[in-house]
């Protein structure tokens, strides 16, 4: 289309470092795909968040695609953007919105975990398998579908690997934690833990994991520790980006998220949720 805004939206972090790693991800896949005109804006913590960020891509006319840079879809994938869009639909008749699907758990990010975990292998000299461990270790969310994206992902690892403890951990929100999930793979007597994070770009959790693997090979010094990148620039993110524009504005390619994630609401408001869909069943901690 002629005239065309792909609208990026991350999620926005107190530290500094993480908005400015989601703009040079945004300057990178413009020089990727020039014929692209790619605009940033964030949920929270950052100066353009998402109402502004619709204002503007709306006053070039046209289309505008908005595009959630997010692994899991959460209350901010399922509810806050489809309601941003529902006002900036009524500001701005004239103006087609396409809201595209989130990136999800599927073989790309598979591809991406297998990578940084046989990177982390190398860092501990290529151990045992069957005596090492694997935590993966999500942001953590009250809705249980966005949690259940981390453990298919755990299982996919469990599945395609060699490894007797595959385990999900989470930084917040929900259980089980990174030093409760350590402690049962410690018991069980692995001598290698690699922490796999699941996340795309810095913040303060990923400092905080950080904090907290320092900690616990102080308080493991029997266990060799190996800590994974977080995903961030990796091939399998842009592809996936594309993928997910081509089929929101492909008419015959039209998903489910086509209706802005008006299922979800349909559903949260059913059980009487109100705007976010909470959720505090128990998570399984492994996928043994």
Same mark, same amino acid.
């Given at each position: 289309?002629?005239?065309?805004?792909?609208?990026?939206?991350?999620?926005?972090s107190?530290?500094?470092?993480?908005?400015?790693?989601?703009?040079?991800?945004a300057?990178?896949?413009?020089?990727?795909q020039?014929?692209?005109?790619?605009?940033? +804006?964030?949920i929270?913590?950052?100066?353009?968040?998402?109402e502004e960020?619709?204002?503007?891509?709306?006053?070039?006319g046209?289309?505008?695609?908005?595009?959630?840079?997010?692994?899991?879809?959460a209350?901010?994938?399922?509810?806050?953007?489809?309601?941003?869009?529902?006002?900036a639909?009524l500001?701005?008749?004239?103006?087609?919105?396409?809201? +595209?699907?989130?990136?999800?758990?599927?073989?790309?990010?598979l591809?991406?975990?297998?990578?940084?975990l046989?990177?982390?292998?190398?860092?501990?000299?290529?151990?045992?398998?069957?005596?090492?461990?694997? =935590?993966?270790?999500?942001r953590?969310?009250?809705?249980r579908?966005?949690?259940?994206?981390?453990?298919?992902?755990?299982?996919?690892?469990?599945e395609e690997?060699?490894?007797?403890?595959v385990?999900?951990?989470?930084?917040?929100?929900?259980?089980?934690?990174?030093e409760? =999930?350590?402690?049962?793979?410690?018991?069980?007597?692995a001598?290698?833990?690699? =922490?796999?994070?699941?996340?795309?770009?810095?913040?303060?959790?990923i400092?905080?994991?950080?904090?907290?693997?320092?900690a616990?090979?102080?308080q493991?010094?029997q266990?060799?520790?190996?800590?994974?990148?977080y995903?961030?620039?990796?091939?399998?993110?842009?592809?996936?980006?594309e993928?997910?524009?081509r089929?929101?504005?492909?008419?015959t390619?039209?998903?489910m998220?086509? +209706?802005?994630? +008006?299922?979800y609401?349909?559903?949260?408001?059913?059980?009487g949720?109100?705007?976010?869909?909470?959720?505090?069943?128990?998570?399984?901690a492994?996928?043994?």
């Amino acid at each position: 289309m002629k005239n065309e805004t792909i609208l990026l939206v991350g999620h926005g972090s107190r530290e500094q470092r993480g908005n400015q790693e989601i703009e040079f991800f945004a300057e990178q896949w413009r020089g990727r795909q020039p014929q692209l005109n790619i605009e940033v +804006c964030f949920i929270e913590f950052a100066e353009v968040l998402v109402e502004e960020g619709l204002s503007k891509a709306a006053q070039r006319g046209g289309r505008v695609v908005v595009v959630p840079l997010i692994l899991n879809a959460a209350g901010h994938v399922k509810m806050e953007i489809p309601e941003h869009l529902e006002q900036a639909r009524l500001r701005y008749p004239a103006v087609e919105f396409v809201y +595209c699907p989130h990136l999800g758990a599927n073989t790309e990010i598979l591809a991406i975990l297998k990578r940084n975990l046989a990177h982390a292998l190398t860092q501990l000299d290529m151990p045992d398998p069957h005596n090492t461990g694997i =935590v993966l270790l999500g942001r953590g969310s009250s809705d249980r579908v966005a949690n259940g994206e981390v453990a298919k992902m755990a299982r996919w690892l469990y599945e395609e690997g060699a490894h007797p403890w595959v385990d999900i951990a989470f930084t917040g929100i929900t259980h089980p934690r990174l030093e409760s =999930v350590v402690q049962r793979q410690v018991k069980l007597e692995a001598r290698q833990i690699v =922490v796999l994070p699941f996340y795309l770009f810095t913040g303060t959790l990923i400092e905080r994991i950080r904090r907290q693997v320092r900690a616990l090979e102080i308080q493991y010094p029997q266990v060799r520790f190996a800590l994974s990148g977080y995903f961030g620039f990796e091939e399998e993110i842009y592809v996936l980006l594309e993928q997910r524009i081509r089929e929101a504005t492909d008419p015959t390619a039209r998903r489910m998220m086509e +209706c802005d994630g +008006c299922k979800y609401r349909e559903f949260s408001a059913d059980h009487g949720q109100g705007g976010h869909a909470h959720d505090h069943s128990p998570v399984v901690a492994s996928v043994q």
